[in-house]
């Protein structure tokens, strides 16, 4: 079929001329052979009929060629591993610090004890009434009853007042209950409540409770358990920054081989997935570098630790990343750098495809 | 194979690349694409291989409207497509192997067949002794040797050559295209663009001249002959 229109043809006819070959050369042209044996043909290879096969070839090929590239120029990406380590290692830390203060103010949760001072008014059957009211609550373990003349001679024994005490001509001590706390409560939360609601007898003038500190303790270590939570929310969303910026530059960098891929055929996916394994593997490698440097610095504070827990005769050891933490590190490294990597990529490939 | 009907291309520049070109290749067909640089033949080309989209007319591969292949037929069908550059386009951080095994990579080939295949390219096209050197230690006929085997080693229905002779001398550029030729008999429909006239002319197969965009002659010299001898 014929299209070319025929005016412009007479116009740019010197084109058509050398192509068109003119008389005299015609004859020389006809002559020559033109038939050559045809070539060896390459044996037609099958492309392969299962797909699944291919596909895990290809995430083979993937695999290898980015732990490859990473390999052969390790050290032109050390200040991203270093950036990416630190921002895991800083969380995990703080995660860490904050274990240990939980274990510390669990083992140092003795049986605590709630003295309630009764009022003045109050006699020895108010006093047992009240006492007996207590007992049935669940969350106590056991009431006991000190009369006055009890704590005066307790107070005795204890003081160097005896004399002036002597010269008094009553008793000012009053009834006091003490309220021994089971060990669940004081574990749960339940009991800095507990404690409130004795405080609001009207019988009680005052109440004390020795472990009063420990429950400000724990709210603040729960305070700064949320601080770590947001902290390391920063610090992952920092670590899916680098990553992202590092693959953008990397797919930046190699622009001219993803179009070649894609010009031989290669879809979006297949592009993409050696980047993907770029990201894994920055987020693998940092994930094992945080491990090392957490370990690093459990294993400094070690010894420091145990010599002031002993200087208070306590047992206390420095609790290191269990099994499980350490695995979940490196699950959480992993999956950002896939992110990262995934999110970048993704960005340059529904970029139009523009050859040049 | 491929037909165009009518296909017009308009760059955002405002430049008119290609005007209302016409035409018709069939399977098994060898065709060269001539005119002078800037004419549209490397646009024509782009078209074909689905890396540009017409602004006006319609392409057909295979009887399929092109407009009308989805993101997944594009990969699936530059996979049956061998693409030969003028400045190769190689990847030279990889062997000669590693490139010309890329398409067999792409479409998740054994390694055992990329190797066997490859291996039978290389020799194919003369440069089975290059096999592990980089290509850019190669000279410019070696490395467009290597192009060419990236192109056919997938055994493409369809190959694209632009201007694959574009920096050789006339020896090499001859050699060259006595490859394509090659590949033709073996079946497979060739479109070469080239602007060197005396070697199209040489090679006697069918020309399709373009002039500022537009398609201004469709040469075929088996029948010019049979016209000339008819009429002597």
Request: charged share 20%.
């Amino acid at each position: 079929m014929i299209l070319g229109p025929k005016n412009i043809a007479m116009r740019s006819s010197n084109v058509v001329k050398k192509i068109r070959p003119q008389p005299a050369a015609k004859q020389k042209l006809a002559n020559q052979p033109t038939e050559k044996p045809p070539a060896n043909g390459i044996a037609a290879v099958p492309f392969d009929k299962s797909p699944i096969r291919a596909w895990l070839r290809s995430h083979g090929y993937s695999l290898f060629s980015s732990i490859g590239r990473l390999w052969r120029q390790p050290f032109t990406q050390i200040l991203t591993f270093g950036v990416l380590a630190l921002a895991l290692a800083l969380p995990t830390m703080g995660h860490l610090a904050l274990k240990n203060l939980h274990y510390l103010s669990a083992a140092a949760a003795q049986p605590g004890d709630v003295s309630l001072f009764l009022r003045p008014e109050i006699d020895l059957a108010g006093a047992t009434a009240l006492q007996n009211r207590i007992q049935t609550g669940a969350l106590v373990k056991q009431v006991n009853l000190k009369t006055p003349d009890e704590a005066l001679a307790e107070f005795k024994q204890l003081t160097s007042f005896t004399d002036a005490l002597n010269a008094l001509d009553a008793n000012p001590l009053p009834f006091v209950l003490v309220v021994e706390l089971s060990r669940e409560t004081l574990q749960s939360g339940r009991a800095m409540k507990l404690v409130e609601d004795l405080r609001a007898n009207p019988e009680v003038e005052i109440a004390q409770f020795d472990q009063e500190w420990l429950f400000r303790l724990k709210a603040i270590l729960a305070l700064a358990e949320r601080a770590i939570w947001v902290f390391g929310a920063l610090l992952a969303l920092t670590v899916l920054l680098v990553i992202g910026n590092t693959i953008r530059l990397e797919l930046a960098a190699r622009a001219d081989e993803i179009q070649i891929m894609k010009l031989v055929g290669a879809d979006n996916a297949f592009v993409r997935r050696p980047f993907l394994y770029s990201g894994f593997w920055f987020g693998a490698i940092a994930a094992v570098l945080a491990l090392a440097l957490v370990s690093a610095t459990v294993w400094l504070l070690t010894p420091g630790v145990g010599n002031l827990a002993r200087s208070y005769g306590s047992e206390f050891q420095l609790q290191g990343l269990s099994l499980l933490e350490s695995a979940i590190l490196f699950i959480c490294g992993t999956a950002l750098g896939w992110i990262g990597a995934l999110i970048a990529a993704s960005a340059h490939m529904s970029a139009p495809e523009n050859p040049q | 194979m491929i037909r165009f009907d009518c296909v017009g291309k308009r760059f955002f520049s405002g430049f008119q690349a290609l005007e209302d070109v016409s035409f018709d290749v069939q399977p098994g067909e060898m065709v060269f694409l001539t005119g002078h640089s800037g004419a549209g033949k490397s646009t024509l080309l782009k078209l074909i291989a689905l890396m540009d989209r017409p602004t006006r007319g319609n392409i057909f591969i295979d009887s399929q409207p092109a407009q009308r292949f989805s993101k997944h037929d594009v990969p699936a069908y530059r996979r049956s497509l061998g693409l030969v550059f003028q400045d190769h386009r190689l990847l030279f951080d990889r062997s000669v192997f590693d490139n010309v095994a890329l398409p067999l990579i792409v479409a998740g080939l054994p390694h055992a067949h990329i190797e066997k295949q490859v291996q039978a390219t290389l020799e194919r096209v003369g440069i089975a002794d290059k096999t592990r050197a980089s290509p850019i230690t190669l000279s410019g006929g070696e490395q467009q040797r290597v192009g060419i085997a990236r192109a056919v080693v997938s055994r493409p229905k369809i190959l694209l050559a632009d201007e694959p002779t574009g920096n050789l001398d006339p020896d090499l550029s001859e050699e060259i295209m006595q490859l394509f030729l090659d590949f033709n008999k073996t079946g497979t429909t060739v479109l070469v663009a080239s602007h060197d006239l005396r070697l199209v002319r040489k090679l006697e197969k069918r020309v399709l001249v373009l002039d500022h965009g537009r398609l201004i002659d469709d040469f075929r010299p088996e029948e010019h002959r049979n016209a000339e001898f008819k009429r002597g």
